[in-house]
């Protein structure tokens, strides 16, 4: 039996997830939206992040970048969310106008998000048309935890706080 993409979209799209940008360090800043995300283990600390190959993140983590950022999305960072879903063009680029800082890998960190794990590259794995990236957290802290989170859940944002 088979069963096509657009069908396996749709019966995933069932499993609601938390919502994350990458980002990428370098002196151009990259970042996507990502929900493909999990933790691995936690002796030693280990995160997986899939990255289709038809973006630039995956052209940079197949090349001379090693590590990434997880910045967990709140539900007033959906505007965010859409921009690196590729989904809206902002007016400005969130790399120089919202708050960032970097900490062990230089990958950029929103301010506003939930949390961040920062990570260097421990594996990859091809599977498909994704890429599995295993990566070692070198860094990871609680931002703002008064706030909610944003959720994905049949293709649309979604929020706790909504019936």
């Given at each position: 039996m088979s069963v096509d993409g657009d069908t396996f979209r749709r019966i995933m799209g069932n499993f609601a997830t938390g919502c994350t940008v990458m980002t990428l360090p370098g002196e151009e800043p990259h970042g996507m939206t990502a929900n493909a995300v999990s933790s691995v283990s936690l002796d030693p600390p280990l995160v997986l992040v899939c990255v289709d190959h038809e973006t630039e993140c995956y052209e940079r983590l197949s090349g001379d970048t090693d590590s990434y950022c997880l910045n967990v999305l709140a539900a007033d960072q959906q505007d965010l969310g859409d921009h690196f879903a590729n989904i809206v063009e902002?007016?400005?680029?969130?790399f120089e106008t919202r708050p960032t800082r970097t900490?062990?890998?230089?990958a950029p960190i929103f301010e506003?998000?939930?949390a961040y794990i920062d990570c260097t590259v421990d594996a990859a794995h091809e599977a498909g048309d994704h890429t599995i990236y295993v990566g070692h957290v070198e860094a990871t802290a609680d931002l703002?935890?008064?706030k909610d989170p944003i959720l994905f859940f049949r293709g649309q944002w979604e929020r706790m706080d909504e019936e």
């Amino acid at each position: 039996m088979s069963v096509d993409g657009d069908t396996f979209r749709r019966i995933m799209g069932n499993f609601a997830t938390g919502c994350t940008v990458m980002t990428l360090p370098g002196e151009e800043p990259h970042g996507m939206t990502a929900n493909a995300v999990s933790s691995v283990s936690l002796d030693p600390p280990l995160v997986l992040v899939c990255v289709d190959h038809e973006t630039e993140c995956y052209e940079r983590l197949s090349g001379d970048t090693d590590s990434y950022c997880l910045n967990v999305l709140a539900a007033d960072q959906q505007d965010l969310g859409d921009h690196f879903a590729n989904i809206v063009e902002l007016d400005d680029d969130p790399f120089e106008t919202r708050p960032t800082r970097t900490e062990a890998t230089g990958a950029p960190i929103f301010e506003e998000s939930l949390a961040y794990i920062d990570c260097t590259v421990d594996a990859a794995h091809e599977a498909g048309d994704h890429t599995i990236y295993v990566g070692h957290v070198e860094a990871t802290a609680d931002l703002n935890p008064e706030k909610d989170p944003i959720l994905f859940f049949r293709g649309q944002w979604e929020r706790m706080d909504e019936e």
